[in-house]
């Protein structure tokens, strides 16, 4: 059995993705529930970790991943595989402009988003990043994917649609290492 722990900020994917995970017997799930800008905090959760799914900010997810993986580097869990949600956007490729709910400096916002991302980068860990179009919450489970580099229209995305994307990534090990934009089909 496979331990995973999700790192949650009140992100509207996260209940689809354990509803998806209450189905598969050979994943044990923790969320964690404390500081996340403690070290010491998800050092008490790590231990028999294998999989990790991060769904912080949108602000400050910097921040939190400095802490987290202070606590990896201390723990050393058997980490296999990461998932983070980042944002469309990130990474210059939206063919539009797009506003993030709950981001008051753009700029600001973007450069903490990359710098998280880097974070997991050079952790050595396989990893996936999910850049999330604008939240919409309709019960779309069909999406399109963006790979990296590549242009990407503004658009909407479900919960239920990044749910789905996540669940394929940590279990079913599709798209590991790849950085992929997600908008409703």
Known sequence: MKKLLIINQNNPVVPPLTNLLKANKDVDVALYSGDLESAEGYAKFLP?????????????????????????????????????????????????????????????????????????????????????SQLKDNQASDYRLFNEGSKMPVGTVSPNAVAKLAYDMLIEQKLINHSVGIIDQ
């Open 48 to 132: 028999d970790t294998n999989l990790l799914f991060i769904a912080v900010g949108p602000n400050d997810a910097d921040l939190y991943l400095e802490s987290l993986f202070e606590a990896i580097d201390e723990v050393q869990p058997p980490i296999s595989d990461i998932v983070m949600l980042s944002y469309a956007g990130v990474d210059d490729e939206l063919d539009g402009p797009v506003a993030y709910a709950g981001v008051k400096d753009k700029q600001e916002f973007i450069k903490q988003q990359r710098y998280a991302i880097k974070i997991v980068d050079e952790s050595e860990i396989s990893y996936s990043i999910i850049r999330m």
